[in-house]
T-cell receptor, first 113, second 116 residues
Framework: DAGVIQSPRHEVTEMGQEVTLRCKPISGHNSLFWYRQTMMRGLELLIYFNNNVPIDDSGMPEDRFSAKMPNASFSTLKIQPSEPRDSAVYFC???????????FGEGSRLTVL | AQSVTQLGSHVSVSEGALVLLRCNYSSSVPPYLFWYVQYPNQGLQLLLKYTTGATLVKGINGFEAEFKKSETSFHLTKPSAHMSDAAEYFC??????????????FGKGTHLIIQP
């Protein structure tokens, strides 16, 4: 079975540009999560969806960040405009029901120059 | 509210020695507990999890962890380290939820170094 698929794996962009990260969760999972990983702050939960509905976006750093989940098989995380401090690895994870277990994608490494 | 504390950002052990990675949690409700492993340039993989029942749980690659409610701990152990165990290890907690997953709260991670 295919796992969580993220694209792009690597993105290098210049400050001020728009960045869109994409995620395809595991089929049948009803929860989707976006995490950010940096050396300084570790793994931070940005936002999560249950049944395509955003439940908690309190971890989103600021208005420059937005996330959507138009259907059960696709989600995006957008940063506009991007800044150097947004450089990080962004992980998407999906889960099912109340088990709590999450399955992670391989991440999107973002570098903002 | 939940939180996870992993003692030691780096742990170094010799190949063949016991591995012990410490994790303490706080949770206002009974928790689910997890250990994940992250190899370089990869996502996180589940090593093992505690939900209910037996407090000693076994995972992949010979790892196990014991849930001790009185100590609010969930330490990860492996009797004999292998070079391939070198990675970043994360402890995580999630509240028991009757609905969809509410997300995991992760510790800062422990980098495990294996000395030949």
């Amino acid at each position: 079975d295919a796992g969580v698929i993220q694209s792009p794996r690597h993105e290098v962009t210049e400050m001020g540009q728009e960045v869109t990260l994409r995620c395809k969760p595991i089929s049948g999972h009803n929860s989707l999560f976006w995490y950010r990983q940096t050396m300084m702050r570790g793994l931070e939960l940005l936002i999560y969806f249950n049944n395509n509905v955003p439940i908690d976006d309190s971890g989103m750093p600021e208005d420059r960040f937005s996330a959507k989940m138009p259907n059960a098989s696709f989600s995006t995380l957008k940063i506009q405009p991007s800044e150097p401090r947004d450089s990080a690895v962004y992980f998407c994870a999906s889960g099912r029901g109340s088990t709590g277990e999450l399955f992670f994608g391989e991440g999107s490494r973002l570098t903002v120059l | 509210a939940q939180s996870v504390t992993q003692l030691g950002s780096h742990v170094s052990v010799s190949e063949g020695a016991l591995v012990l990675l410490r994790c303490n949690y706080s949770s206002s409700v009974p928790p689910y507990l997890f250990w994940y492993v992250q190899y370089p340039n990869q996502g996180l993989q589940l090593l093992l999890k505690y939900t209910t029942g037996a407090t000693l749980v076994k995972g992949i690659n010979g790892f196990e962890a014991e849930f001790k409610k009185s100590e609010t701990s969930f330490h990860l152990t492996k009797p004999s380290a292998h070079m391939s165990d070198a990675a970043e290890y994360f402890c995580a907690v999630s509240p028991i939820s009757g609905g969809g997953a509410d997300g995991l709260t992760f510790g800062k991670g422990t980098h495990l170094i294996i000395q030949p």
